[in-house]
Structure formats: structure tokens, C-alpha cells
């Protein structure tokens, strides 16, 4: 049997790499289909160290930002958006996604995309674009790629087989 695996994008360096399903543990992908789930039902969802994720879906595709909270802790107070996060699992939404993600980056103060937006990988993919906000979240950009790969996962998943 093949392994099963996605396209991982990162549209601001234009590093591509196939993340295969084996690189996510079950267990993980138990606890962050409930934060997804969370998240698609309009709440911020805590993904970890205070921070939540937001999220929307169209078809066979989500989007969601990961907000950290200003002064990076969980204080209640503002938060920012420190990456979003693009999963398209199917050609009919996949495009639409990939042309969104590269239309409503606000990109002031940050560098361009590196990535073509008439050009999306193959489905499934999963894109994330850095945004404003993680300049104050180093210490996040350490977790934050597993995250999405993740994500990607748990949305591609999101009926688990009994």
C-alpha cells in the first residue's frame, strides 16, 4: 500500500515538501481534530502556550489563523495573527483557496510571497502564510509547522473510521 501524504506549502519562502501521514501520531490528530472542530463552530479554539485558532470551511476546504495573545501570554487581552493556514482536499475548492490565500495578504511590512498564485500544488495541499503578528511569536515558529502539518491532517481525517 502507498503512503498517503500532502503537499506542504509555505507561501512566504516557497518551500514545498510531501508530508506523509505517517509523520502524525493518532493521538495527535484525536485532540486537534476537537480543537479544529472547536474552531469551525465560531469559538477560539486553544492550540497551545495561549494561543487559539479560528476557522472556516468551504466544500473540502478550511482556512484558519492561529492568534497569539499580544505579550504572548494568555492574558484575555488582544490577540494577533501569526499564521494562516490553507487545506485544500479536493480541486473544486483548491484553487479557489490557494488564489485567496495570496489575495488578501496584507503584506505591509512583510515581504512578498514567494509562491505563484495561479500555480497550487496538486490536492491534497496544505499552505501556510506567516503574518504580521510573528514577528512577536518566535518562539512559536518552532511549533507552528507541525501544527499545520497536523491540521492538515486532522481536516483531511475529519471522519474517523471505527
Known sequence: MTERYI???????GKTRRSPRS????EV??????????????????????CTLTA??????????????????ASGGNSVPIVTIGV?????CGGRLWRLMHDVADRSGMPPLATDR????????CAARIEIGSVT??????????FERCLAWAWLERYPVN
Open 56 to 73: 472556516a470551511a468551504e466544500g473540502r476546504c478550511v482556512l484558519g489563523t492561529v492568534w497569539m495573545p499580544l505579550g504572548g501570554s
Open 88 to 92: 485544500a482536499e479536493h480541486s473544486r
Open 23 to 26: 509523520e502524525v501520531r493518532d
Open 118 to 125: 495561479n500555480d497550487p500544488p496538486q490536492e491534497p495541499w
Open 7 to 13: 503537499w506542504h506549502v509555505t507561501l512566504d519562502s
Open 137 to 146: 511569536a518566535l518562539d512559536a515558529m518552532e511549533w507552528l509547522a507541525d
Open 29 to 50: 490528530l484525536v485532540h486537534v481534530r476537537a480543537v479544529l472542530q472547536q474552531a469551525l463552530a465560531g469559538q477560539h479554539a486553544e492550540v497551545i502556550f495561549g
